[in-house]
């Protein structure tokens, strides 16, 4: 393969060719390249549609579905240094950047002109706008302010099939609104790069929000919080953010960060409301479910505090093991039995589960902490990780939310799909890329 700048040192290829998956597989790269630009990326498109070399995707390698991990052979495209914002423009409520710009940067960048990017997965100190979009990504914003591919206007993206590998075609809009044609942009947006690599994101943007406020509510037990999330979701009521935290997850984060946060109770629900009928009505939602106390926090610091613990939870349940992420998702209704199900799981399989949750939307994350070095363990959290994604369909819920389907996810896609789905889906992947060299295996 004739591309400059090649990288081919051995340690160099391992730390480029796996996300933070754990125990997903991951090939042996044939070789790396670091793209700046469109062109670079068509270059080697090019390159690896002559000798049939599969391509790999990756931005800042913080998935946690295996989606951005080598297949043998593969060249690994990273994309991280693909990071400039090109436009801000304020006035169309419109940003345009390249994959590799990091969602908070993009945030702190739209913030200096009264403007907020909504998606704010808990990784968004590190991740991606690239990797965001290419598992439709949410975060703790999602129950009010949707999802990345509700942000996403047009892509620029390298493809191939009914066009010639390594061609840049722009999908999408600047406009608001638009209908001219297939939506192939949403088409795209959670894709995981099996479809083509995106070279560049045109996302919306909103009127930087107002002061909001939070509500705490401690529960005796899992189940009894999502109930308070079902009755809080029958009221009708919208906050910003509704998250789950347990107490092995806050434990893990006071033991790590020691912000003061004393896990007393066996589990909290966490909100942020933009209106005062919002903020009263979730402290009643949360005592007649049955909370032990529920109130308005009145302290800022303690309140960015609880929202720091939550984005804090895997880094410091990382720190005591392997750890398998879930991130099912459940109708609203079904999130206190699926808490109830997720217990006796690991009960059953003598697993350690920790959860939290954008639990206002029903999307659980069950952590599964294994002991370093114990294979059994590891067989037991893999079973108990299948388990899990049985029980969410069984619930009518979904394999994955947020995190993509990678290689962890992709037998618990096909049964959710269907076979006739699961055809379909076959035929637009064949038909976009039918030398199957775009992260193939993936989704």
């Excluded at 997903?24 to 630009?37: C, D, H, K, N, Y």
């Excluded at 579905?65 to 991280?80: F, I, P, T, Y």
């Excluded at 706008?129 to 949410?138: D, E, L, M, Q």
Aim: net charge negative; proline share 6%; aromatic share 4%.
């Amino acid at each position: 393969m004739k591309l400059p700048n090649l990288i081919t040192d051995p340690n160099t290829l391992a730390g480029l060719s796996h996300d933070e998956a754990e125990w997903a597989p991951a090939g042996t790269a044939r070789a790396a390249v670091r793209p700046r630009s469109t062109r670079d990326v068509q270059e080697a498109a090019k390159a690896c549609a002559a000798e049939k070399i599969p391509i790999v995707p990756r931005g800042a390698g913080t998935g946690l579905s295996g989606g951005a991990n080598a297949v043998d052979g593969c060249l690994v495209l990273d994309l991280s240094r693909m990071n400039r914002i090109l436009e801000i423009d304020a006035d169309n409520l419109l940003a345009v950047v390249q994959p590799g710009v990091v969602n908070d940067d993009l945030k702190k960048a739209v913030a200096e002109q009264g403007l907020w990017y909504p998606p704010d997965p808990a990784s968004s100190p590190w991740s991606t706008i690239g990797g965001n979009v290419a598992t439709n990504a949410g975060g703790l914003c999602c129950l009010k302010y949707g999802v990345t591919r509700d942000y996403v206007l047009g892509l620029e993206a390298v493809m191939g099939g009914p066009v010639e590998y390594g061609t840049a075609v722009r999908l999408g809009r600047r406009t608001s609104k638009g209908v001219a044609g297939y939506d192939l942009t949403s088409l795209l947006v959670g894709s995981e790069g099996t479809l083509g690599v995106v070279t560049e994101i045109s996302v919306r943007l909103r009127p930087a929000p107002g002061p909001s406020a939070t509500i705490v509510g401690a529960f005796p037990d899992l189940v009894t919080a999502g109930q308070a999330v079902a009755l809080a979701t029958s009221r009708g009521l919208q906050p910003a953010a509704l998250e789950l935290i347990d107490r092995a997850c806050l434990q893990a984060v006071e033991d790590w960060k020691h912000l003061g946060i004393e896990p007393d109770t066996a589990a909290m629900l966490l909100a942020r409301a933009e209106t005062h009928m919002d903020a009263d009505g979730l402290v009643s939602a949360f005592t007649d479910a049955g909370a032990v106390w529920a109130e308005r926090s009145t302290d800022s610091a303690e309140a960015e505090a609880l929202f720091a613990a939550r984005r804090l939870v895997y880094p410091a349940l990382e720190r005591l093991g392997p750890l398998l992420t879930e991130d099912v998702c459940v109708p609203r209704s079904r999130v206190p039995e699926m808490l109830a199900r997720i217990e006796k799981i690991g009960a059953r399989h003598g697993v350690q589960i920790a959860t939290i949750a954008h639990a206002g939307d029903g999307n659980l994350h069950p952590l599964l902490i294994t002991p370093p070095g114990d294979d059994n363990a590891r067989l037991a959290s893999q079973s108990a990780f299948d388990d899990i994604i049985t029980h969410a369909l069984d619930l009518g819920g979904t394999v994955t939310a947020e995190h993509g389907v990678g290689l962890l996810k992709r037998d618990g896609m096909i049964r959710e799909l269907g076979h006739d789905a699961w055809s379909v889906q076959k035929a637009i992947k064949h038909t976009l890329d039918p030398l199957n060299i775009f992260n193939p295996g993936k989704a």
